[in-house]
């Protein structure tokens, strides 16, 4: 297992390259660029598949589906064996990743980062810890419950997060069609209004706080967060090294203490309290053990140690 490996420091170097996979990402993410210019939609094979992160399918070089705005479309109907598909998909990524995928995998948590790069006076979030709770009401009512209860004839919801909520439709869609695009832009209307005035507020939180939208909206954050403390892959802080400095604690923007819960439902797998960490006490795991083997490990290099003294 190559969290335990001494020999092979992965944890430092994920850390380190999260910008680079968080690009690249986001461009296999919405391979289609062309489309930008063309004012039109990606529509192959490939939009049946849904991709890990929180992407518009409006997007013009969207590549794949966007797990939240599929699952909404045929939730309300049994005929639809899609919506187990999705939700099949949904489990098997938070089993394996967790909310790994909100801090690697995410074009508009990367978004969102950039945006509090911004050099100005940035702002906690600690004393806002009840609005974390937001997206799991958004999650059952506005991803779920709707679409159930309010079908069309041909038995798919209406898409309610997608339509009123999300940022992410105006960012990725919206805007850059209705610039190539006459017809698009002629029949914007107030809807678009609305949508566009929760971008530009997720975009001023974003610049003061670190990833609100993450925190406080985003379903499909709540999805994954139900399984940060199963998820294989987790962190893991090794009690022997740790010194209790508290940098990791003050450097995660996520207010989490990974010291005191290491998978908590909030830790975004970012990796930035295993770069700040002096003495390599918290790494990334993959895994069924949830750190026994570690500990041991380490336990045992301590009496070694000793044995040395």
């Known amino acids: 297992m190559w969290a335990l490996d001494s020999k092979k420091p992965f944890s430092p170097l994920l850390a380190r390259w999260r910008g680079l996979v968080q690009a690249c990402a986001a461009l296999l993410t919405n391979l289609h ?24 399918y409006s997007c013009p070089g969207a590549a794949g589906a966007c797990p939240i705005g599929a699952f909404q479309a045929v939730v309300g109907s049994s005929k639809f064996q899609f919506s187990y598909y999705i939700t099949g998909i949904l489990i098997l990524l938070g089993v394996l990743l967790g909310r790994f995928i909100c801090g690697f995998l995410c074009p508009f948590g990367w978004f969102q980062e950039l945006l509090h790069k911004i050099p100005t006076k940035k702002l906690s979030t600690k004393r806002l810890k009840p609005l974390t709770y937001l997206k799991y009401v958004i ?6 419950l709707l679409p159930v209860l309010v079908v069309n004839e041909a038995g798919l919801g209406n898409p309610f997060f997608c339509k009123y909520l999300c940022p992410q ?23 678009f209004s609305w ?3 929760v971008l530009v507020t997720v975009v ?8 609100p ?3 406080w909206i985003c379903p499909l954050g709540a999805v994954y967060a139900l399984f940060n403390r199963v ?41 930035k309290c295993v770069s700040a960490c002096p003495t390599q006490a918290v790494r990334f795991r993959y895994g069924f053990d949830r750190g026994g083997a570690y500990s ?13 003294d």
Not at 204 to 211: A, D, M, N, T, W
Not at 251 to 270: H, L, Y
Not at 296 to 308: A, H, N, P, V, Y
């Open 204 to 211: 001023v939180l974003s610049v003061v706080f670190y990833r």
């Open 33 to 56: 660029l062309p489309n930008f210019f063309k004012g039109e939609l990606y529509r192959g094979a490939g939009k049946t598949v849904c991709v890990p992160g929180l992407n518009c």
């Open 169 to 191: 439709g105006v960012l990725e869609g919206a805007i850059p069609l209705s610039l190539t695009n006459a017809p698009i832009r002629a029949a914007l209307g107030k809807l």
């Open 213 to 215: 939208f993450c925190k």
């Open 231 to 271: 998820s294989l892959l987790s962190m893991q802080v090794d009690h022997n090294k740790c010194i209790s400095c508290g940098k990791c604690a003050r450097v995660c923007g996520m207010d989490v203490d990974v010291c005191k819960t290491p998978n908590s439902t909030e830790c975004i797998r970012c990796g």
């Open 195 to 197: 949508k566009l005035c």
């Open 296 to 308: 041991k490990l380490s336990q045992k290099t301590t009496i070694d140690e000793r044995k040395g």
């Open 139 to 144: 999650l059952v009512v506005m991803v779920f």
